[in-house]
């Protein structure tokens, strides 16, 4: 299929796609790598009256450490962060979890700005970036503004960001060395989006405790869900099977899957627990061979 009649502007600069997000508002998107709204558009889902493309904006393209952080502009390829020594060496939790979105062809196209501005609530960057505790940066008419991950992401498809306001990056808070990391999916094929998905970073003391765990999963709620519960009950303690099994007790009770064509609720529960199993032990093995 064809998506229908189009209008298109290309911005040369952040402040250019903001003066024309404000002047056609909401009826304008912003196109980033095109790899989930022209589908869209394609099936009539989404019916923008004019594409503002960003392609050119190159001040959004970076990712680099910056004061404990890992910063990463919103035009950012998927494909460039995953193989990015900076983002491995501050977050390795995120080229685990790249290498789960779609094909390598998507990632040389996908934005890291276009799957968090897209809020898909399978989708894998949003959960980490909530997992991490990450921030949004906004920047509309009035300024920039930094948005907690967990305040970003309101429902499907929905987000904090307000219609003539554009994502300009995400900040990662750094990962201490020695950090274990793991990531688990469900999905029918390769390349599919999550039926399920899980990640996990542990790190340890030098006395062996756990003393920062990260636990996150997407494809069970309207949105990514950071497990904070099963974070404090691996928190602290040795790493043991029945801390594993405790913090994997929190997660049905943190989570609100729906049915759909996939899969029932209490199979994504299910399997939303189990997989929190399996990235807890995985990143607790990690971390302990790092250390
Ligand atoms: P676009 O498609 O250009 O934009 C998406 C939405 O975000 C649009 O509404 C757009 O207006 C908005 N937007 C984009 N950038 C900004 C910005 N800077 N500021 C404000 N709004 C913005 N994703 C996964 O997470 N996991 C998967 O397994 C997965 N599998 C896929 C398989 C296939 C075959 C395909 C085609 C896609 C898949 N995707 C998957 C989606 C992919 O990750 C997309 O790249 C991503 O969701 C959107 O990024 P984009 O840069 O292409 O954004």
Redo the contacts with the bound molecule.
Sequence with gaps: MKPPPVKYARAGDVQEAIALLTEHGSDA???????????LMNFRLARPSILID?NRVRELDYVREDNGTLAIG?MTR?RDVETSSVAAASVPLLPEVLR????IT?RN???V???L??A?PA???PALVTGLGGELVVQGPNGVRTIPAEDFFMSTFTTA?EPDE??IGVRLPRLPGGTGVAVEELARRH????IVAAMAAVHLAPDRSVDLVRLAVSGVDSVPVRLHAAEDALTGGRPSAEAIEAAAATVADAIHPADDVHAPASYRRDMAQLLVKRVAKAALERSETKS
């Design positions: 998107k912003v196109l980033a790598g095109g790899q989930s709204l022209i589908p960003i919103a998927q789960h979105v779609g094909h998507n196209r996908g934005t700005g276009g799957s501005a897209h898909d989708a894998e960057l960001l554009v994502l390349g599919d989006f999550a």
